[in-house]
Nanobody, 124 residues
Framework: QMQLVESGGGLVQAGGSLRLSCAAS????????LGWFRQAPGKEREGVSC???????YYRDSVRGRFTISRVNAKNMVYLQMNSLRPEDTAVYYC??????????????????WGQGTQVTVSS
């Protein structure tokens, strides 16, 4: 059974950093594009970043240059390094297997299921 478990969230001051981790099990990890999503209180869940199996990446405009997505296939892990955090980054963050369009990942959940997420709170 495919399972993704997020961790690494916490409370941080504006300008600080956090690294989120996502551990995968139950499927052949290295073939799939993976992504990070977030949902702030009262808002729709939105895609943040994704990474192809070949390592190519995508970021939404508001995080480009501050966040870095990476993956270590040998460990079945994907990470989201978040620097220069802002209060508007406050949300529950989720990872998921994502779709590809023309061989490039897009931040759309491929299977429609979500883990428990990890809370990121950025204070001003």
């Amino acid at each position: 059974q495919m399972q993704l478990v997020e961790s690494g969230g916490g409370l941080v001051q504006a300008g600080g950093s956090l690294r989120l981790s996502c551990a995968a099990s139950g499927f052949t990890w290295d073939r799939w594009p993976l992504g990070w999503f977030r949902q702030a209180p009262g808002k729709e869940r939105e895609g943040v970043s994704c990474i192809n199996a070949d390592g190519r990446t995508y970021y939404r405009d508001s995080v480009r240059g501050r966040f870095t997505i990476s993956r270590v296939n040998a460990k079945n892990m994907v990470y989201l390094q978040m620097n220069s955090l802002r209060p508007e980054d406050t949300a529950v963050y989720y990872c998921a297997v994502v779709l590809t369009v023309q061989d490039m990942c897009v931040t759309q959940n491929a299977f429609g299921s979500w883990g428990q997420g990890t809370q990121v709170t950025v204070s001003s």
